[in-house]
């Protein structure tokens, strides 16, 4: 069954901070890998998808990248409004045919000014 | 606003009655997911719809929830006798199944407090 496990729980940073969330994941065949962002009492916001190995998106401060194993989501010089939950999931084909999102726990994120 | 929206965005109810929530998403979307989310856990996939079609039901979904799309639009899903242990963060999610691939673009979700 596919599994996704997200670390650390927590990471408090200093703004301007850089750090790295790691996302690893088993499944049988990898069909997309997805990093949401999620405020408190909000729905899960996206941000990227990758699909295969080497594959890395950018987005202002963000960048996610892909191993066969494993995604890191890199925060370079943070600021208090990149405080939130991040969530990662991987796309998990069902036998009738669905594309569910398997999620992990997530890293709660917060910077401090 | 082009975003999927949820209604309520709260809802009190007290052990044993029956609650609903309606979806509504992105137009001309035609894959449309629930999922359920407790504090300090990712959310979990419940049953997904292609169109007005369910075809698929986690083994979340006991015999209590029922969910329905009709015409393949809005979405609804019904708790009944609900529980405390239904307490929770329901979301929708949309999406289009196209040449590159699919995206899910959630609600911002109905919280469900049961007494």
């Known amino acids: 069954e596919d599994q996704v496990t997200q670390s650390p729980e927590a990471l408090r940073l200093q703004e301007g901070e850089s750090s790295s969330l790691n996302c690893s994941y088993t499944?049988?065949?990898?069909?997309?890998l997805f990093w949401y962002r999620q405020d408190p009492g909000k729905g899960p916001e996206f941000l990227f998808t990758?699909?295969?190995a080497g594959e890395e998106k950018e987005k202002e401060r963000l960048k996610a990248t892909l191993t066969k194993k494993e995604s890191f989501l890199h925060i370079t010089a943070p600021k208090p409004e990149d405080s939130a939950t991040y969530l990662c999931?991987?796309?998990?084909?069902?036998?009738?045919?669905?594309?569910?999102?398997?999620f992990g726990k997530g890293t709660k994120l917060t910077v401090n000014p | 606003d082009t975003g999927v929206s949820q209604n309520p965005r709260h809802k009190i109810t007290k052990r044993g009655q029956n609650v609903t929530f309606r979806c509504d998403p992105i137009?001309?979307?035609?894959?449309l997911y629930w999922y359920r989310q407790t504090l300090g856990q990712g959310p979990e996939f419940l049953t997904y719809?292609?169109?007005?079609?369910?075809?698929?039901k986690s083994r979340l979904l006991s015999d209590r929830f029922s969910a329905e799309r009709p015409k393949g639009s809005f979405s609804t899903l019904e708790i009944q006798r609900t529980e405390q242990g239904d307490s929770a963060m329901y979301l929708c999610?949309?999406?289009?199944?196209?040449?590159?691939?699919?995206?899910?673009?959630f609600g911002p979700g109905t919280r469900l407090l049961v007494l």
């Open positions: 999610a949309s999406s289009f199944r196209g040449i590159g691939g699919e995206t899910q673009y």
């Open positions: 499944v049988s065949g990898l069909r997309g």
């Open positions: 990758l699909y295969s």
């Open positions: 999931a991987v796309r998990h084909l069902t036998q009738g045919g669905s594309e569910k999102l398997v």
């Open positions: 137009s001309e979307h035609n894959r």
């Open positions: 719809f292609q169109n007005e079609a369910q075809l698929e």
